[in-house]
């Protein structure tokens, strides 16, 4: 792995990735750079943050992800707030914008825009359910943009609260999103860019039987999330059962070296 390198220019794009654990290879890492590079114009610097850099190709900056610091019980686990640590006040030396994406998103068009779009911290709307009422504000935090070290106090706060956080919310994209929506500082992609694969890329029964997944018109980045990741999309997987779908033929277009 990789040391912390010099400070970057302070108008440096990155882009951050995060993988633990062996849910997911190197090879999750390797394409996602790759697709990044083909819908990316000009110059950025990719960061795998990571416990483990064995297979994961040079272009590739890897670094150690931040630890949280927190006392936990015995058999209790962070991983699901480990992307709070992408807030460190110094983030290995690392200045400038961050895009942040997760491993198991598929780029379809244009990541351009996603620096170019107003905001000081902009997120994926999290998507509607018919049963949730109200206003949204929760995020999802596949595909989330910042500066690099100015929401150090997300992280602090988290340090110091972390049983009242985790009583309240249920996981690190609900409290980020409250947290940030309270300073007046939570804005959203435009509608369209992230769509989800399940919600809106699966043809409605009993359509799906004999249509493929497909990328809605406008989207930028497919989301994976809850039951399907590229390669069970690509073989016609789901993990729910008496939900049927066809193998997403369009994901091999995309999802690759």
């Not at 066809?246 to 995309?254: D, I, T």
Request: with cysteine; aromatic share 14%.
């Amino acid at each position: 792995m990789t040391g912390p390198q010099p400070s970057a220019p302070a108008g440096q794009r990155h882009i951050l990735s995060m993988k633990w654990g062996t849910k997911y290879g190197p090879e999750y890492v390797n394409r996602l750079y790759a697709m990044v590079r083909r819908h990316l114009s000009g110059d950025f610097n990719f960061v795998c943050l990571t416990d483990d850099a064995a297979g994961i190709r040079p272009e590739v900056q890897c670094l150690p992800i931040a630890p949280l610091n927190l006392q936990l019980a015995p058999g209790q686990r962070d991983g699901a707030w480990k992307k709070l640590t992408t807030f460190e006040s110094d983030l290995h030396g690392l200045r400038g914008t961050a895009l942040f994406l997760d491993l198991d998103v598929v780029i379809v068009g244009g990541l351009d825009a996603f620096f170019e779009q107003p905001g000081e911290f902009l997120i994926i709307h999290d998507y509607r359910r018919f049963w949730r009422f109200g206003r949204r504000i929760t995020g999802n935090s596949s595909v989330y943009r910042f500066e690099l070290g100015a929401h150090a106090d997300v992280l602090a706060y988290f340090r110091t609260h972390m049983d009242e956080v985790q009583a309240r919310y249920r996981n690190e994209q609900a409290f980020l999103s409250s947290f940030l929506h309270a300073q007046g500082k939570l804005a959203y992609w435009p509608e369209g860019w992230c769509p989800s694969f399940k919600y809106h890329g699966i043809p409605t029964w009993p359509s799906n039987y004999w249509r493929e997944p497909f990328v809605p018109q406008g989207a930028r980045i497919m989301v994976f999330h809850g039951e399907c990741n590229p390669p069970d999309a690509l073989a016609g997987r789901r993990n729910r059962r008496f939900h049927f779908i066809r193998p997403a033929s369009w994901v091999a277009r995309h999802w690759h070296e």
